[in-house]
């Protein structure tokens, strides 16, 4: 005899379940709608998987229930899947193989935040190991190209400088990059591609009202393998900018006056961020568009799966994460902030290729260098553009 939810509780259970149904729908409309049009879709964005978890679970209820009110949250997941394969690998972790097929390139994308260890507080300028830790963790995988954000170049460091160690101790020749001179003392901060194969063009654009916003550029480079030549774009969208005001904010939970004030700043902070990378987006995509050659796209687009700014640059690209990731897969963390630490839906950084193409092997790493950890994929040419 089947049992049916009564009284109420099962009252309060639908009610709940409506709620989040509705809310789910609504999150999983935030990649169609243009923050210009309504930012708050920023935020949802963020909760969508959270969301989805939380109907799923409650789908378990009412089966375990045997109601038919059950039909609902499954018809509501069906619905919003679409923002599902976004947030979630489906494939089995596998250990990734050092050794690269012949016939695929391998790309490593990896905000390395100027080279400031995770822990910030332990930073000493005099004594600085974070470039070696870097090194270590590219020699150990040896990508043929890597996309950098936040890379700075040292010239007055001589043999410590990272673009000098790059290009002639780990024989990256070629290079892509745009750095501007951080606080006048000759040190050139901003993204850059370093190659082991010819770079045979390259360049930079420049986001609309760039120095206003202070972002970083786009760099570009045409690269050469046998027969076969393709572009990489090293991205970086503009950054939210927290610094100890802002995490301060997200660690505090209270409700007097002051913290409402400092709430209100955060939000609005975070509100033209999400307008700012809608703008962004839009104005990447028509740039990669126009693009004589199949293109890659890597680097940090400080917005996660599913949102406006991810579905607008990825257009018709494959994302390798999902081709062979599993999971959440997190690129994001923060040593400043409990819930920036714990939260594991922060991935924001990508490696984007053409959907011909195929992700051979994906893999996130170095855990405690940067507040980003480097993302490294093994992507594989069609047969008829076979290198």
């Not at 994906?362 to 290198?387: C, M």
Request: charged content about 20%; hydrophobic content about 40%.
């Amino acid at each position: 005899m089947k049992s049916r939810p009564n009284g109420n509780f099962a009252i309060l259970m639908k009610l709940l379940s409506w709620v989040f149904m509705v809310f789910m729908l609504v999150c999983a409309c935030s990649p169609f709608i243009h923050p210009k049009h309504f930012w708050f879709m920023g935020f949802l964005s963020l909760l969508f998987p959270y969301v989805y978890g939380s109907v799923f679970f409650l789908l378990i209820y009412w089966i375990f229930k045997r109601s038919k009110f059950l039909i609902y949250p499954l018809l509501s997941l069906a619905l919003s899947a679409y923002g599902f394969q976004f947030n979630f690998g489906m494939h089995q972790p596998v250990v990734f193989k050092k050794e690269k097929p012949a016939d695929a390139l391998r790309l490593m994308s990896w905000n390395i935040r100027h080279f400031i260890p995770y822990n910030e507080r332990n930073f000493k300028p005099v004594n600085n190991d974070q470039i070696t830790k870097v090194f270590e963790s590219i020699s150990a995988y040896d990508p043929d190209v890597i996309c950098f954000q936040e890379f700075i170049s040292l010239p007055n460091e001589k043999d410590r400088d990272p673009f000098r160690s790059l290009k002639k101790k780990f024989k990256y020749k070629y290079h892509q990059f745009d750095g501007s001179d951080i606080f006048h003392s000759n040190q050139y901060s901003g993204t850059a591609i370093f190659s082991k194969f010819p770079i045979v063009n390259g360049g930079i654009v420049h986001f609309p009202h760039q120095d206003a916003d202070n972002t970083e550029a786009t760099v570009f480079a045409d690269i050469v393998k046998g027969r076969d030549t393709v572009r990489v774009y090293s991205v970086h969208l503009q950054s939210f900018g927290f610094g100890n005001r802002e995490y301060k904010i997200l660690g505090t939970v209270k409700n007097d006056k002051e913290d409402v004030k400092e709430s209100k700043y955060l939000i609005k902070k975070m509100k033209k961020t999400f307008e700012t990378h809608g703008a962004q987006a839009d104005f990447l995509s028509l740039i990669a568009n126009e693009s004589p050659y199949p293109s890659f796209i890597a680097g940090d687009l400080n917005d996660v799966p599913g949102s406006y700014a991810y579905m607008s640059v990825r257009g018709e690209h494959k994302d390798a994460f999902l081709e062979k990731g599993f999971f959440l897969g997190s690129t994001f963390t923060s040593s400043f902030s409990f819930l920036l630490k714990t939260i594991p839906t922060l991935r924001i950084d990508y490696i984007f290729h053409p959907v011909s193409f195929s992700t051979v092997q994906y893999k996130r790493g170095g855990a405690g260098i940067s507040d980003h950890l480097f993302i490294l994929a093994d992507i594989q040419f069609p047969p008829n553009e076979a290198f």
